[in-house]
């Protein structure tokens, strides 16, 4: 998309209104990972160093417009000031007037970061006044926050029709960047891969990705949804039984372009609410007992996988390839991330569409070794889906 940049901005004494993700996980009051305020650093740091004088706004949890004081961003301001190695500001709303006198305050090269967006609900509503509230912070609005950019908020779209210079941030550059060229000038063979519990999720980024891709790779719960299409017997495996016709029509349209598992990892014993399962027999897929549970590919599974990764050139993956949360049923999934780094290494654009697929390549250790890891799960889907991104699509054109 050919949108506004902010370093095609001159930031030197203007308010810069900056939407960032600190969604992040806390702890006793403390952020306990870091990882999404490291993320918008480039960005923040850009617009401090040039002279802006920086406002950032947040959201934290679902406070569903009510002030919660557990969901408040004052700890991610402490976080910030560690990375950032100079004080930020905080001021305990995100709009009125001690708002307004705190960013008249500021001077160049200082940061404020408001109070949690969505302890109003006018926030989530995409309310006119609101976002004509916060347009008052900015001279300039730059959307750094990826994770929210499939949601049409005020602090996302709203506020953009109110500013008249908005621009993306570098995070939001990157992924653009990464997921665009992947759709739409992809190094081939372009393989994706999607996995994950249920095939409704998935449903319009098949579609989309089908007439892309030179293979689709299909792991996870979703693929017992198109076994039971083909007639197999899949036990007490994940199923969407009003998805079977769905997944039988999708198979059709990808003929050989769609590869399934070849086999799993059974157990006819399996409890995901206290993580335990029993043990676990590799089964050709149309060998599943009555009794069993499909939780993982199996290893001839993960072997062809591995093939068909190692000859690409442009990899997308979304999606687990199995129940990773629990050890013993992880090993699929983090197969595919150790093939992919791998890729990577061979000169493959390797790109993670964030969500569970992101949190698998942390754990593995991997992340390091991958091209590209999305910040936004939902977000990122949509765009595979080739929908517009509101939070994008609002920016000023460049």
């Not at 001690?98 to 967006?117: C, F, H, S, Y």
Request: glycine share 12%; aromatic share 6%.
């Amino acid at each position: 998309m050919a949108k506004l940049s902010v370093s095609d901005l001159n930031v030197k004494g203007q308010r810069v209104l900056m939407r960032v993700d600190f969604n992040v996980p806390l702890d006793n009051g403390r952020v306990a990972n870091d990882k999404r305020l490291r993320a918008a650093l480039p960005t923040i740091r850009y617009v401090l160093e040039h002279g802006g004088r920086l406002v950032l706004m947040s959201h934290l949890g679902r406070p569903k417009g009510k002030r919660v004081p557990e969901l408040s961003l004052k700890p991610c301001a402490a976080a910030l000031e560690s990375l950032l190695g100079q004080p930020v500001a905080f001021a305990d709303d995100c709009i009125g007037p001690a708002v307004d006198r705190a960013v008249e305050t500021l001077a160049n090269g200082q940061v404020l970061l408001l109070e949690n967006l969505r302890f109003h609900k006018a926030e989530t509503d995409n309310d006119d006044a609101f976002a004509r509230a916060l347009a008052g912070l900015a001279d300039l609005y730059v959307n750094d926050a990826f994770g929210t950019a499939h949601r049409a908020h005020a602090s996302t779209a709203g506020v953009t029709r109110f500013v008249k210079t908005c621009a993306m941030g570098f995070l939001i550059e990157k992924e653009v960047a990464y997921l665009g060229d992947a759709l739409a000038s992809p190094k081939r063979p372009f393989v994706a891969i999607l996995g994950g519990a249920k095939i409704s999720g998935k449903i319009d980024v098949i579609s989309s990705l089908l007439p892309k891709v030179d293979r689709l790779i299909i792991g996870g719960g979703m693929a017992y949804t198109f076994f039971k299409a083909k007639g197999f017997e899949i036990g007490n495996s994940l199923v969407e039984p009003d998805k079977v016709e769905l997944a039988g029509n999708l198979l059709a349209q990808g003929g050989d372009k769609l590869v399934l598992p070849v086999d799993c990892l059974c157990s006819d014993q399996f409890d995901f609410d206290n993580r335990t399962v029993g043990p676990l027999i590799p089964t050709l897929i149309d060998a599943i007992p009555a009794s069993g549970s499909g939780l993982d590919i199996g290893p001839a599974s993960v072997a062809a996988f591995e093939e068909i990764i190692s000859g690409a050139k442009t990899i997308v993956w979304n999606g687990p390839m199995g129940v990773f949360e629990i050890d013993a049923t992880a090993g699929g999934t983090y197969a595919v991330a150790r093939a992919m780094a791998a890729a990577t290494e061979k000169g493959a654009i390797t790109v993670i569409g964030g969500g569970d697929s992101a949190a698998a390549v942390e754990k593995a250790g991997l992340a390091d070794r991958m091209t590209h890891i999305s910040t936004g799960g939902g977000a990122s889907l949509e765009f595979l889906e080739g929908k517009v991104l509101p939070g994008v699509a609002a920016l000023t054109d460049r």
